[in-house]
């Protein structure tokens, strides 16, 4: 059981705009920021946005993070097969002095 | 650019121990708190433990607290993790990552390794 809650999995048509979920609670979503990663099939995940809504250099635009209260959204515009991955929301935990993961979106490209 | 490579997985009975490694390239080592995370065959990703740039902070999850050690050698810009009393829930890949920012920034991961695989099993 994760201490971050996100949907299990996720589908959209090429081109198309897909949002997948993350809900926390006030010791870590509400009072840290939000990060997401993105984890391709075989390989080591990797930082697609941090601090909520920034993007690391690289990092096309069609990805955009929020944040409101204790839940956060990942948005992918202009779907691409190559999107289909695996998405985790993190952020700190403040009473558990870690970093927390979701149980992780598995993203499909119809 | 951030070159992080772990070493030390195997295959490892169960109550023994294993020490990882990471080797860090292209950037400060010293400068910037760094993470390992697990992430066991077909699950999710498990935050393990995170050491500050300095080693004077180090926090563990619950799950390995008491039997899995952090700590770096910033001369030799490496990481390691020293796991002991290891289990069959212990098995997974292993990923060290660089902290994504500086202390000001607080902990959380932003650079990862390709991750050494650790089995425990008889």
């Known amino acids: 059981q994760s201490v971050l809650t996100q949907p299990p999995s996720a589908s959209g048509t090429p081109g198309q705009r897909v949002t997948m979920s993350c809900s926390g609670s006030?010791?870590?979503?509400?009072?840290?920021?939000v990060y997401w990663y993105q984890q391709l099939p075989g390989t080591a995940p990797k930082l697609l946005i941090y601090?909520?809504?920034q993007r690391p250099s690289g990092v096309p635009d069609r990805f955009s993070g929020s944040k409101s209260g204790t839940s956060a959204s990942l948005a992918i515009s202009g779907l691409r097969s190559e999107d289909e991955a695996d998405y985790y929301c993190?952020?700190?935990?403040?009473?558990?002095?870690?970093?927390?993961f979701g149980g992780g979106t598995k993203l499909t490209v119809l | 650019q951030v070159q992080l490579v772990e070493s030390g997985g195997g295959v490892v009975q169960p109550g023994r121990s294993l020490r990882l490694s990471c080797a860090a390239s292209g950037f400060i080592f010293s400068n910037f708190a760094m993470h390992w995370v697990r992430q066991a065959p077909g699950k999710g990703l498990e935050w393990v433990a995170v050491?500050?740039?300095?080693?004077?902070?180090?926090y563990y999850a619950d799950s390995v607290k008491g039997r899995f050690t952090v700590s770096r050698d910033n001369s030799k810009n490496t990481l390691y993790l020293q796991m002991n009393s290891l289990g069959a829930e212990d098995t997974a890949m292993y990923y060290c990552a660089r902290n994504w920012g500086y202390l000001r920034d607080g902990y959380m991961t932003g650079y990862w390794g390709q991750g050494t695989r650790v089995t425990v099993s008889s």
């Open positions: 006030s010791s870590n979503i509400g009072s840290n920021y």
């Open positions: 601090k909520n809504n």
């Open positions: 993190a952020a700190w935990h403040d009473s558990l002095s870690g970093q927390v």
């Open positions: 050491i500050s740039y300095d080693e004077d902070h180090k």
